[in-house]
Antibody, heavy 123, light 110 residues
Framework: QVQLVESGGGVVQPGGSLRLSCAAS????????MQWVRQAPGKGLEWVTV????????YYADSVKGRFTISRDNSQNTLYLEMNSLRTEDTAVYYC????????????????WGQGTLVSVSS | QSALTQPASVSGSPGQSITISCTGSSSDIGGYEYVSWFQQHPGKAPKLMIY???NRPSGISNRFSASKSGNTASLTISGLQAEDEADYYCSSYTTSGTVVFGGGTKLTVL
C-alpha cells in the first residue's frame, strides 16, 4: 500500500537548521509531485512547498521562501525539506503528501499524507 | 497568500445535512477549477475528501459533495454521522503557482 514516513524532526534553536526526510513506498515515486504541509500546534494547515515529479519545478509559500529548500531523490524514493534560519513561528508538525501524477496534474491533490514529524524551534 | 475564509464551526444532528463555505478571491478559488477539501480527526493526518472542486477520490462516501460559485466553494455532508465530526479544510491553487488553505471548520455532530 502507499506509505509516506517522515523523519528528522526535533528541537532546534532559533536560527538553526534541520533536514526533514519523507520515505515513500508502494507507488512509483518518480511519477508524482510531492508536497510539504505544516500545522502549528492547535492551528490550521499551512501549505509549505511543492516539487514536480522530476524536480524541474519548485514553489514555496512566502513565509518560507529563501529559507527552506525542497528536493527529492527519485533513486531512493525520498523527499527532503532543508530548513535554515529557523524561527519560533516555524514550530509545527510537518507532513509530506503525495501530489498528483505527472500525466494528470491537479495542484491541490494531496493524497495520502504521512503521519507527520514535529519540529520545535525554541531557545 | 491570505488564507481562505471558512466558518470556525458548524454543527448538525445525525441524519441532517450541513454545508461549509470557503471564500477566496479571483486569484485563487475564482480563477481555477482546483479546490480540494480535507477531513482531519484529532491527532490524525488530514484525508482528501474532494478534489478538482467536485470529484471524490475512490473510497469516499457519496454523502460528501462539493461545488463552487464565483470565489466561494462549498462542501456539503448529507446524512450526518457521528464519525463525520472532525475539522475540515478547503484549499485552492493560486495565480502564483502556490496553494492556500482555509482556516479550518470544526464540525460538531450533536
Amino acid at each position: 500500500q502507499v506509505q509516506l514516513v517522515e523523519s528528522g524532526g526535533g528541537v532546534v534553536q532559533p536560527g538553526g537548521s534541520l533536514r526533514l526526510s519523507c520515505a515513500a513506498s508502494g507507488f512509483t515515486f518518480s511519477n508524482y509531485g510531492m508536497q510539504w504541509v505544516r500545522q502549528a500546534p492547535g492551528k490550521g494547515l499551512e501549505w509549505v512547498t511543492v516539487i514536480w515529479y522530476d524536480g524541474s519545478k519548485k514553489y514555496y509559500a512566502d513565509s518560507v521562501k529563501g529559507r527552506f529548500t525542497i528536493s527529492r531523490d527519485n533513486s531512493q524514493n525520498t523527499l527532503y525539506l532543508e530548513m535554515n534560519s529557523l524561527r519560533t513561528e516555524d514550530t509545527a508538525v510537518y507532513y509530506c503528501a503525495r501530489g498528483s501524477p505527472r500525466d494528470d496534474w491537479s495542484p491541490t491533490w494531496f493524497d495520502p499524507w504521512g503521519q507527520g514529524t514535529l519540529v520545535s524551534v525554541s531557545s | 497568500q491570505s488564507a481562505l475564509t471558512q466558518p470556525a464551526s458548524v454543527s448538525g444532528s445525525p441524519g441532517q445535512s450541513i454545508t461549509i463555505s470557503c471564500t477566496g478571491s479571483s486569484s485563487d478559488i475564482g480563477g481555477y477549477e482546483y479546490v480540494s477539501w480535507f477531513q482531519q480527526h484529532p491527532g490524525k493526518a488530514p484525508k482528501l475528501m474532494i478534489y478538482d472542486v467536485t470529484n471524490r477520490p475512490s473510497g469516499i462516501s457519496n454523502r460528501f459533495s462539493a461545488s463552487k460559485s464565483g470565489n466561494t466553494a462549498s462542501l456539503t455532508i448529507s446524512g450526518l454521522q457521528a464519525e463525520d465530526e472532525a475539522d475540515y479544510y478547503c484549499s485552492s491553487y493560486t495565480t502564483s503557482g502556490t496553494v492556500v488553505f482555509g482556516g479550518g471548520t470544526k464540525l460538531t455532530v450533536l
